[in-house]
């Protein structure tokens, strides 16, 4: 029903900006809420952003001031600007999509943010 496509990974200084983009495709529903994950060695996924279909945002606090999420509903695609990164950013980055009472997952994409 639903498949997610990543990109925009790879290697940064720190200091430096990235921007990952995941595009949605759905057959028959629309797709709700759309986030970011990331998941580091040894470490438990965490919310790195989400925003709602109308446009709301939620930011884990490590990432306020330096990240932003947007979406583009017609292209059901959704971006997460990187700025200021740091080495802790490292990480594989998952892209989430809520399609009724369903979450569907990426493949995610590797950032790593060099000293």
């Known amino acids: 029903q639903v498949q997610l496509v990543e990109s925009g990974g790879g290697l940064v200084q720190a200091g430096g900006s990235l921007r990952l983009s995941c595009a949605a495709s759905?057959?028959?529903?629309?797709?709700?809420?759309m986030g970011w994950y990331r998941q580091a060695p040894g470490k438990q996924r965490e919310l790195v952003a989400a925003i709602t279909r109308s446009g709301s945002t939620n930011y884990a606090d490590s990432v306020k001031g330096r990240f932003t999420i947007s979406r583009d509903n017609a292209l059901n695609t959704v971006y997460l600007q990187m700025n200021k990164l740091k080495p802790e950013d490292t990480a594989v980055y998952y892209c989430k999509s809520e399609v009724g009472f369903s979450a569907y997952w990426g493949r995610g994409t590797q950032v790593t943010v060099s000293s």
């Open positions: 759905s057959t028959f529903f629309t797709i709700n809420t």
